[in-house]
């Protein structure tokens, strides 16, 4: 693709989700949402392969009805309130609003294009579905926190987090699991939103951070699969070993970022006397915790059979990878400053 064409696709995405950031009226929210969704679908296709236009035609096809039902609640708010501000939400049209914005976030049981899409999209791209194009639907949801229904939420968050981790235990596609796992930490988020949004934000940083570290390592290490994954060890070795970090963080094992927020979260909803919720959600997360066990496993203690001849062929060139250092880092040790930035936000 173009450079010209490149900086205007990504300079759309920016504007997009800067315009629905800084909106408090519901129209330009949703031309932010537009503009971002007409972005991203060119960068989808890049690469011209069918499955890559069949993922930008379903994200597509989602993308519009979402926005088409985000549009009708707002206009049917204004008509029932006389106004257009986000604050201002009748109780009536808070569960469609909620199921549309869902939609675009890719909850359960909403979330039938999210696995589909990742896997038919370039792992740069899919870096950007996965963090970047986030950033907008989950930005409305915290202005409209304090209107939405409780009950609908809890069911939606629990149901994401189940399927996050049962349907990521039979997976080989490595941006399928990755695709189950934003579910699952979607979950995470939805579940403290009507009781702490800052904590939701702040769970929502610290995943666009590991799930960011550990799409440019797959990246670098050119890796789309599990069995790709077992060879990964006499290529990168360095590389390899901070994605089993980052792994074990992502699954939330102490003493590494992913702790924080889910020790956080667990604590609050004991605060707000529902312990039993708290159990439900630890417990199911353990289903997570095994697949991300299981890749690390892979990663790190599986080897291919000729790997002792050919580790000085396969060998990768020492380049430089600041980026992607920096970012395995903060998703690995950024726990022991967790409560300075949990204050700060």
């Not at 399928?176 to 579940?191: C, E, P, Q």
């Not at 009781?195 to 769970?203: A, G, K, V």
């Not at 994605?243 to 956080?264: I, V, W």
């Not at 000085?312 to 380049?319: A, F």
Request: proline share 6%; with cysteine.
């Amino acid at each position: 693709m173009a450079p010209l064409a490149l900086f205007i696709f990504f300079s759309s995405l920016a504007t997009g989700t800067t315009i629905t950031l800084a909106s408090h009226h519901w129209i330009l929210a949703w031309i932010g949402l537009e503009i971002n969704t007409l972005a991203i679908i060119p960068l989808m296709t890049k690469i011209p392969h069918p499955r890559a236009i069949e993922a930008a035609t379903k994200y597509f096809l989602t993308q519009a009805a979402a926005s088409a039902l985000i549009l009708f609640s707002a206009m049917m708010n204004t008509w029932l309130l006389g106004e257009w501000e986000m604050t201002s939400l009748s109780d009536s049209l808070s569960i469609p609003l909620s199921i549309a914005i869902c939609t675009k976030l890719g909850l359960a049981p909403l979330h039938f294009w999210m696995p589909e899409v990742l896997q038919g999209i370039p792992l740069s791209t899919g870096l950007i579905l996965s963090t970047w194009q986030k950033i907008a639907p989950m930005s409305l949801l915290i202005q409209i926190s304090h209107s939405t229904n409780l009950q609908l939420m809890i069911l939606l968050r629990l149901i994401s987090i189940a399927v996050g981790g049962w349907r990521g235990i039979n997976q080989t596609q490595l941006r399928k699991i990755l695709a189950y796992s934003s579910i699952g930490h979607l979950g995470w988020m939805i579940i403290i939103l009507k009781l702490n949004p800052n904590l939701t934000l702040f769970n929502f940083i610290l995943y666009i951070l590991m799930t960011s570290a550990l799409f440019l390592t797959l990246m670098t290490m050119n890796t789309t699969n599990i069995p790709q994954l077992a060879t990964s060890w006499p290529k990168t070795p360095t590389l390899t070993a901070l994605s089993m970090l980052t792994l074990l963080s992502l699954g939330g094992l102490p003493p590494l970022t992913g702790f924080a927020p889910k020790l956080l979260i667990s604590l609050e909803l004991i605060k707000q006397n529902t312990p039993t919720l708290a159990t439900m959600m630890l417990l199911i997360s353990l289903l997570a915790l095994f697949f991300y066990i299981r890749l690390t496993y892979v990663l790190t203690l599986t080897l291919a059979p000729n790997t002792p001849p050919s580790q000085t062929t396969w060998h990768s060139k020492l380049n430089k990878h600041t980026t992607i250092t920096l970012s395995n880092s903060m998703a690995i040790f950024l726990l022991p400053i967790t409560p300075t930035i949990f204050t700060l936000l």
